[in-house]
């Protein structure tokens, strides 16, 4: 009886101890821990979908329109004593 | 004269907590506190400190007709993760629960497990929201027996070999959110 099993929880799929899956009552599947080249198959969705970190755009929108301030202020000229060219 | 005041530093005696999750969870600079939840905690089990370390070398730069010393610049980092050392039951094993092997449980030979650390938070304690963390997502190695190391005779102990997971290569710092 192999140790590491497929199990099915909280959505995901992944490798993990039988006693822990029996233990928390996760749902063991009929399905190998590994890929035919020898390698431990990778964590998914239930469904199957491939994980993919977390991104966002959020930050580097953030950056992007605060870039775009600073180089519309540095586009005015500054101010000399006889006040702005325009 | 007078004496500088001494900064506040931070206990590790007895103040560490590790939490491992069997999962991958949904970002691992911002682990929720449900994620951390479902986890397992492991800081009783586990002997002694649990640090990872790092070594980088130094690489010399290309000596110029016109020198005669070269300096070295900073080359590749090596993070190296120790074996993990915890407690468990030889005889109890087989039974799933049992008493005394949830660490055992948790760290299966050739699974991926997210180690949590949280240095600063006592070890008896659940880490809770806004806790900062470094996280190690580990390939873990086949389990050893062998006494623990202490003066007292030992308990039965296991010794795990745990290297990163591909992918990855160095510990990850975030902090829980909500």
């Keep these: 009886m192999s140790e590491l099993v497929r199990v099915r929880a909280n959505g995901r799929e992944f490798n993990a101890g039988r006693a822990l899956a029996t233990r928390r009552g996760w749902e063991i599947l009929d399905e190998p821990t590994h890929q035919r080249d020898g390698r431990p198959r990778p964590e998914t969705h239930a469904n199957g979908r491939r994980l993919k970190p977390k991104t966002t755009v959020a930050k580097a929108a953030e950056e992007k329109k605060k870039d775009t301030k600073a180089a519309v202020i540095d586009s005015e000229s500054a101010p000399t004593s006889e006040g702005t060219d325009r | ?178």
């Excluded at chain 2, 600063?120 to 062998?146: F, I, K, M, N, S």
């Design chain 2, 1 to 178: 004269m007078t004496q500088l005041p001494m900064p506040a530093t931070t206990a590790t005696w007895g103040q560490q907590s590790y939490v491992v999750l069997s999962s991958a969870p949904a970002s691992l600079t911002a682990i929720t506190a449900a994620e951390l939840t479902a986890g397992e905690n492991v800081s009783c089990y586990l002997y002694g400190d649990w640090f990872p370390t790092a070594d980088t070398e130094g690489v010399s730069r290309a000596r110029k007709a016109c020198q005669t010393q070269v300096t070295q610049a900073k080359g590749n980092t090596t993070w190296q993760t120790p074996p993990l050392s915890y407690s468990a039951n030889p005889q109890t094993i087989d039974t799933p629960g049992s008493a005394g092997n949830e660490a055992y449980e948790v760290f299966v030979p050739d699974s991926t497990v997210y180690v949590v650390k949280f240095i600063g938070v006592p070890g008896d304690e659940a880490p809770g929201a806004t806790d900062a963390y470094q996280v190690l997502p580990l390939d873990l190695g086949p389990r050893v027996w062998a006494p623990s190391q202490d003066d007292a005779g030992g308990e039965a102990s296991i010794n795990q070999a745990a290297f990163f997971a591909p992918g990855y290569s160095a510990p990850i710092d975030g902090v829980i959110a909500a």
